[in-house]
């Protein structure tokens, strides 16, 4: 059994940055791990992925702002989220695919606000 345990949400004001993590536990392979996030009201939308080789992919909405990155040696990914904005404001979820099929975080909070 896989479990993600997600951790760095919170409160920031416009401009400021928050970085997220993401652990992942169990006798597994971890291929593609990633963040999505979803808005009150709205449906859960990707943010960025990583392949286990380092090839990254993201929404054109934080293009520029966010960097997704991880470490294969602890299953853990993160999401560095500089300059945020008010509409960056979600639950945000990690996904990772892995020897069994997927798994999906928890959730943390990010809400961007002055």
């Known amino acids: 059994q896989v479990q993600l345990v997600e951790s760095g949400g919170g409160l920031v004001q416009p401009g400021g940055s928050l970085r997220l993590s993401c652990a992942a536990s169990g006798s597994i392979t971890i291929y593609v791990m990633g963040w999505y996030r979803q808005a009150p009201g709205k449906q859960r939308e990707l943010v960025a992925t990583i392949t286990r080789a380092g090839l990254t992919n993201y929404a054109d909405s934080v293009k520029g702002r966010f960097t997704i990155s991880r470490d294969n040696a602890k299953n853990t990914v993160y999401l560095q989220m500089n300059t945020l904005k008010p509409e960056d404001t979600a639950v945000y979820y990690c996904?990772?695919?892995?020897?069994?099929?997927?798994?999906w975080g928890q959730g943390t909070q990010v809400t961007v606000s002055s």
């Open positions: 996904k990772v695919d892995h020897t069994y099929g997927s798994a």
